[in-house]
């Protein structure tokens, strides 16, 4: 019993210890209602100043599409965002140097994404026409 007892200690001791997680994709993130009302090219421009903010990298991949690259020494991240007047969503598209298997990933990822998505929240909602 004692073995038993132990084994599952070290198992959650380990399991609190994983630096991965499940994948964060932004799914459907409305827009503030300050921002409802502009042109989707004037949101697209919103979304690229607020991720220039933490060093990200866009490119116009169509009308409502961006594709945006976060680069540090190690890292890599590619994500797809689609947005309209509506809403937004940020996708993953690719990745170097994260540990990144079956719909599980680096948590340094996801604070990317997490950020990405609260910078973009904060630039929409302070929209002005």
């Known amino acids: ?10 198992v959650l001791a380990l399991a609190g210890c994983m630096p991965n997680q499940p994948l964060y994709n932004v799914d459907d993130h409305p827009i503030p209602v300050a921002a409802r009302q502009l042109p989707v090219d004037r949101i697209g421009t919103l979304i690229v100043e607020a991720g220039q903010k933490r060093n990200w990298t866009f490119e116009q ?21 689609f947005f309209d007047q509506q809403g937004y969503k940020i996708v993953k598209k690719s990745t170097t140097g ?32």
């Open 98 to 129: 994260f540990s990144d298997q079956n719909g599980w990933i680096s948590r340094r990822y996801n604070n990317w994404i997490h950020y990405l998505e609260g910078d973009i929240e904060e630039r929409l909602s302070n929209a002005s026409p």
């Open 61 to 81: 991949a169509g009308t409502g599409h961006l594709v945006a690259t976060q680069t540090q020494p190690k890292y890599t991240a590619v994500v797809d965002i």
């Open 1 to 10: 019993m004692k073995r038993i007892l132990a084994l599952l200690v070290t």
